[in-house]
């Protein structure tokens, strides 16, 4: 969209203009959210709250899942190798299913 028009809509569109800051809104509280995961929360913890919140199976690749937690693809797959090792997940192509929930719940809820 042109940026004449976006500006226009802005000024003469009230609806318009609420749309926008409200998604603006969720988006900066969505940072904040994550930006306070990162200081305040080890990444293992975090993966592990991420799996759990998924679902028994989880259809993402590493990739995916480390954007979502602010990290780069090789912590998440040296992590999720190391939670397979432990016996909470079981890894497959661009899917992870959850076998120990209650294992990993401990280790979201972990404070070592």
Do not use: C, W, Y
């Not at 509280?29 to 989880?58: S, Y």
């Not at 590493?62 to 397979?84: C, N, P, Y």
């Amino acid at each position: 969209m042109p940026i004449a028009s976006f500006e226009k809509l802005l000024a003469e569109h009230a609806s318009f203009r609420n749309f926008v800051f409200h998604l603006f809104a969720e988006r900066i509280a969505e940072l904040m959210q994550l930006v306070e995961e990162v200081a305040f929360h080890r990444l293992d913890q975090r993966l592990a709250k991420l799996l759990l919140a998924k679902g028994e199976t989880i259809h993402a690749t590493h990739q995916a899942l480390a954007e979502e937690l602010g990290s780069v693809r090789e912590m998440v797959s040296r992590l999720l190798k190391g939670f397979a090792l432990q016996g909470l997940v079981r890894l497959g192509r661009e899917q992870i299913t959850v076998i120990d929930p209650r294992g990993l719940q401990q280790l979201a809820d972990s404070s070592r």
